[in-house]
T-cell receptor
Framework: DTGVSQDPRHKITKRGQNVTFRCDPI?????LYWYRQTLGQGPEFLTY????????KSRLLSDRFSAERPKGSFSTLEIQRTEQGDSAMYLC????????????FGNGTRLTVT | GQNIDQPTEMTATEGAIVQINCTYQ??????LFWYQQHAGEAPTFLSY????GLEEKGRFSSFLSRSKGYSYLLLKELQMKDSASYLC??????????FGGGTRLMVKP
């Protein structure tokens, strides 16, 4: 168990550019979540997958955001035409099936849009 | 809708006991989690409670009242390393965790 890994750790981009982040979950976990966190706030839910199926997506999520988990293993989160308001920490988490299964978080990708 | 409230900041003294409260109003309920998050790091799991009552794990305990929509995290024998944010999160019926804003705890010597 090497934990949840995210890449890159930091990303600085100019407004209007597209960015893509990658998450590798714990191998035996079939659920994968994306959250966004800004300074001094709790994580805000973006979307989640069970295996390769995207089961839930936040209604607050702009259509500039898209996530995939093509083979039910790693996942990517893409943000198109980035805006300064997209600057945040993007956290990925994975868990086993079951309501009592805790989420295991990666260290996140910090995005700065200039 | 989902509403989870926690105090924004708390301060306590090393060696003391501190209680961090969380109240929630959610459209579904499948359990409540507490997480610890040190600055610049990922949240780490502390406790899970679904039936209600007190769950004890070392220096940390969590209490849940489902009828009142209320939980607290109790930290005993505080240490400097306990300075962190503590996040209350509710698992709704869709197996999605909704987090509160977090309580930043500062432990002073």
């Amino acid at each position: 168990d090497t934990g949840v890994s995210q890449d890159p750790r930091h990303k600085i981009t100019k407004r209007g550019q597209n960015v893509t982040f990658r998450c590798d979950p714990i191998s035996e976990h079939n659920r994968l979540y994306w959250y966004r966190q800004t300074l001094g706030q709790g994580p805000e839910f973006l979307t989640y997958f069970q295996n390769e199926a995207q089961l839930e997506k936040s209604r607050l999520l702009s259509d500039r955001f898209s996530a995939e988990r093509p083979k039910g293993s790693f996942s990517t989160l893409e943000i198109q035409r980035t805006e300064q308001g997209d600057s945040a920490m993007y956290l990925c988490a994975s868990s086993q099936t079951g309501s009592n299964s805790p989420l295991h978080f990666g260290n996140g990708t910090r995005l700065t849009v200039t | 809708g989902q509403n989870i409230d926690q105090p924004t900041e708390m301060t306590a003294t090393e060696g003391a006991i501190v209680q961090i409260n969380c109240t929630y109003q959610t459209s579904g309920f499948n359990g409540l989690f507490w997480y610890q998050q040190h600055a610049g790091e990922a949240p780490t799991f502390l406790s899970y409670n679904v039936l209600g009552g007190l769950e004890e794990k070392g220096r940390f305990s969590s209490f849940l009242s489902r009828s009142k929509g209320y939980s607290y995290l109790l930290l005993k024998e505080l240490q400097m390393k306990d300075s962190a944010s503590y996040l209350c999160a509710v698992n709704n019926a869709g197996n999605m965790l909704t987090f509160g804003g977090g309580t930043r705890l500062m432990v002073k010597p």
